[in-house]
């Protein structure tokens, strides 16, 4: 049985067993409370009795756009093992958010077709921004809003200003902590401005900062994310968003709610690895996603428009 340590941003700790891609799996989850030197303990003192570590919520690098920066603190925490691999999904992520697009597309077609896509954030989520955009009839960044509080004026936000914000946008958060990165669900200090959100039908990125920046009105909304638990959803549900998206595999049968991070899916790639020496690389993961059977899972959230599959318009020649 594979042993897999997920550390994450939050508190509490619990212990399950899987099958996954015929493999059985020991998945312990340990909470850090967003704290460095806790997490950077944890997997000193877990070090060589785990197959692989995930941490999760605390990324070794930020990429916005073509720009990339080490976080101060991400970038230090896997020195902290010497034999056990340690990963932040960021091996994985992309490929696989390019990958659930595809496959939602094709099962329900026309979900992504001509809407309005708020990132939500942009940040590490190219895959999922570039696939999106090839299919949308817009794209943009709520990144100005939901980390600096800016308002929703026209241009900022935007695809044809990117290039010139993201590495000032990344040279602001390269030391900040971890909850700001990747924010946890709440109430946001400042509240941020609705205009975008309102102008989205879909809201891609993040279900935390979705959840903490998002207004609670919600109609209509298709929500796309890395993964989600049933607590988000009964909170996405209250607001009144109709589609759920998660892209991660799920580990208790095709097509459930992934209800786990890239991190924690990279961290199982990498134990399940036949040979044990082989690079953490792109190559190194699609050889091994080359079995994976899975699609991402596409939830209704409201009872009215359960029946309804308003995507299977397909135009003929």
Same mark, same amino acid.
């Given at each position: ?53 995930a941490v999760e919520g605390m990324p070794a690098a930020l990429e916005l756009g073509d720009a990339r920066r080490p976080h ?11 034999q056990t691999p340690v990963v932040d999904g960021a091996g994985i992520r992309a490929g696989l958010e390019r990958w659930g ?84 669900? /709440? =109430?946001? !200090?400042?509240?941020?401005? #609705?205009?975008?959100? &309102?102008?989205?039908?879909? $809201?891609?990125? +993040?279900?935390? %900062? ?44 095709? /097509? =459930?709610? !992934?209800?786990?991070?890239? #991190?924690?899916?990279? &961290?199982?790639?990498?134990? $399940?690895?036949? +040979?044990?020496? %082989? ?39």
């Amino acid at each position: 049985m594979k042993q897999i340590l997920v550390i994450h941003s939050g508190e509490g700790s619990e212990t399950n067993d899987y099958r996954f891609m015929e493999h059985d799996l020991r998945l312990r989850r340990v909470g850090c409370g967003g704290d460095a030197e806790r997490a950077r303990a944890l997997i000193a003192e877990h070090d060589g009795r785990f197959d692989a570590i995930a941490v999760e919520g605390m990324p070794a690098a930020l990429e916005l756009g073509d720009a990339r920066r080490p976080h101060a603190l991400g970038a230090t925490l896997a020195s902290a093992a010497t034999q056990t691999p340690v990963v932040d999904g960021a091996g994985i992520r992309a490929g696989l958010e390019r990958w659930g697009v595809i496959l939602a597309d094709r099962a329900q077609p026309g979900i992504f077709g001509q809407k309005r896509v708020l990132m939500v954030p942009g940040l590490n989520h190219g895959g999922l921004a570039g696939a999106l955009e090839r299919r949308a009839a817009d794209l943009r960044y709520a990144d100005p809003f939901i980390y600096f509080a800016l308002p929703s004026v026209p241009l900022v936000g935007g695809r044809s200003t990117l290039g010139q914000a993201a590495g000032p946008t990344l040279d602001q958060l390269k030391d900040a902590p971890f909850h700001r990165i990747q924010p946890l669900p /709440g =109430e946001p !200090g400042t509240p941020r401005d #609705a205009d975008s959100f &309102a102008w989205a039908d879909i $809201l891609a990125g +993040d279900v935390g %900062a979705i959840r903490r920046y998002a207004p609670a009105e919600l109609k209509r909304k298709t929500v796309v994310v890395e993964w989600a638990t049933e607590d988000d959803l009964a909170d996405l549900r209250r607001r009144g968003v109709s589609i759920v998206v998660t892209m991660m595999p799920a580990l208790d049968g095709r /097509g =459930e709610l !992934g209800r786990w991070s890239a #991190a924690t899916i990279e &961290a199982i790639m990498v134990a $399940l690895r036949p +040979d044990p020496d %082989a690079p953490l690389t792109e190559d190194t993961y699609l050889d091994l996603m080359a079995d994976l059977d899975w699609t991402p899972a596409v939830r209704y959230l409201q009872p009215e428009e359960a029946g309804i599959n308003r995507f299977a318009f397909v135009i003929h020649p």
